[in-house]
């Protein structure tokens, strides 16, 4: 949320596209995870535990947990800022509200899977509903908003940066593990027409979601974008817009708009930090579960990933307080979306495998649309490691000798990151897990050469998962 308000105050509408095309992909990639979740009956984690090996799979555990962190970041000290803002509650005590809160949440499981998904729908359009009320009394520039939707630009100091960590917000890596996870705890019929019917059905419904998840983000950079770039704005409210953070967009709405506003502001902190750290607790579970093969009792891995979670928010809401937390925000975000190659590279490779999803692998449009776009998403990320960290190198009044130090770290860490990116990239894939059909191996073989309907092959086994069956979110 605070990358949306702070993309709109730093450049208006100019950034909207950006969420365009980052939403686009999320769809695209979330549906190539729930296509191998449905079609191997096995999620992303347990993927990469079978294929690589032993210090690479820990290496990948090691990342997707940081990012789950790095995710949960953000909504959880956006809702004890929530918290701040309706009932005054200090900061660290608002962070530990929240991670007792989720698991209070997380507890309504036991009246039935539908009762929280009911939950976490109800606060996703609380959420929208008080954006776009927030979005009405603005009154933004629509001729503005869809020329900067549809016209590419990054023009203006930090521009780059604030792309990353917007693309960072919207492209999750642990929304990957998640998706390819969710649909195992789904019956799918056990047939190739079964597996095409899940698929097509867990695009649509994560369209839809991702669709409500587009308008709200265009609402929040809106809303910023119009009050920041207004003639008449005080200098007061301009200082809030030099360094728009969530606390401060709460002052900077009271002053332009009324007290209500804030009000509603805080409101839809508050159902965004819940819902979203629902689903990544959930998140963490099955990282947890697929790499490490750690099964527990529900609410021993609850509380676990919890604490894990909101260790980092709670010791910087301590010694840092609001302004340390705004800054952990926009790192939280940049590390997620210098971490999404870690997950992303591995969902394409398995996705557009044989040997992984035989019949079901990806169309070759599928293939070069999204290597493009995951491409050019590590491009901007390696691109802007690198400048930003050679601008600051030159431009630092630390000692030469320190500068050398630093230099001696850092360039090494890069250079296995982009190693790292290319081992991931071109190494082939040795473990076969496509399922088998009820005839025998050559009939796929005739399946693939048209001369059979890859429909009406019935398959050896169900890709329903009872070990999942408990977790049941919407996308």
């Known amino acids: 949320m605070e990358t949306d308000l702070q993309a709109g105050a730093n450049h208006g509408y100019e ?20 296509n191998l979740g449905v079609t191997t009956g096995k999620h992303l984690s347990e993927i990469c535990k079978i294929e690589y090996p032993l210090i690479v799979k820990y ?15 953000p909504e959880v000290i956006g809702t004890a800022f929530a918290l701040n803002i309706l009932f005054n509650i200090p900061l660290w005590a608002g962070v530990l509200l929240t991670g007792c809160s989720t698991l209070l949440l997380l507890s309504l499981q036991r009246f039935g ?3 929280l998904e009911l939950l976490i729908t109800l606060l996703v359009f609380v959420m929208a509903a008080c954006f776009f009320a927030e979005m009405s009394y603005v009154n933004p520039s629509a001729s503005g908003i869809l020329k900067g939707m549809f016209v590419p630009k990054l023009s203006g100091e930090g521009a780059v940066g604030d792309a990353i960590a917007l693309l960072g917000a919207l492209i999750m890596p642990h929304n990957l593990f998640l998706h390819s996870a969710l649909v195992l705890s789904r019956k799918v019929p056990n047939s190739g027409r079964g597996i095409n019917d899940a698929c097509r059905y867990f695009l649509y419904e994560s369209g839809f979601a991702l669709f409500v998840a587009f308008l709200i983000n265009v609402a929040m950079i809106s809303v910023s974008g119009a009050i920041c770039s207004a003639n008449d704005l005080s200098k007061e409210n301009a200082e809030h817009c030099n360094d728009l953070t969530i606390n401060s967009a709460s002052f900077l709405l009271k002053n332009v708009l009324g007290r209500s506003s804030s009000t509603i502001y805080a409101i839809a902190l508050l159902a965004s930090g ?6 990544g607790t959930y998140a963490g579970q099955y990282i947890m579960q697929g790499f490490l093969n750690i099964r527990m009792k529900r609410w021993k891995r609850n509380l676990m990933t919890r ?23 926009i790192i939280a975000s940049m590390i997620l979306s210098f ?5 992303l590279i591995p969902l394409l490779k398995f996705s557009s495998s044989s040997t992984k999803m035989g019949i079901h692998k990806n169309s070759r449009t599928i ?4 290597w493009i776009l995951g491409a050019g998403i590590i491009g901007i990320n390696v691109y802007y490691l690198s400048t930003t960290f050679v601008k600051w190198l030159i431009h630092s009044n630390l000692p030469k000798v320190a500068n050398v130090f630093i230099g001696i770290i850092v360039f090494p860490l890069m250079a296995i990151y982009i190693v790292s990116v290319i081992y991931l990239t071109f190494r082939k894939d040795i473990v ?26 019935e398959l050896s086994h169900v890709p329903y998962r009872e070990d999942l069956a408990d977790i049941q979110l919407p996308n």
């Open 274 to 279: 819940q819902s979203s750290t629902i689903t």
């Open 339 to 343: 971490e999404l190659p870690f997950a």
């Open 307 to 329: 604490f894990i979670a909101i260790g980092p928010s709670l010791v910087v809401t301590i010694v840092g307080g609001s302004s340390g937390s705004s800054q952990l925000i």
């Open 59 to 73: 290496c990948l555990w090691l990342l997707a947990e940081v990012a789950v962190i790095a995710a949960d970041i």
């Open 367 to 370: 293939i070069t649309i999204s």
């Open 432 to 457: 076969p897990i496509v399922m088998e059909t009820k005839n025998d191996t050559a009939m796929q073989s005739q399946v693939e050469k048209g001369v059979l309907d890859h429909d009406r092959l």
């Open 15 to 34: 950034l909207l596209w950006l969420v365009l095309i980052g939403l686009i992909f999320a769809l695209i990639i979330q549906s190539l995870a729930a």
């Open 113 to 115: 899977v539908r009762k």
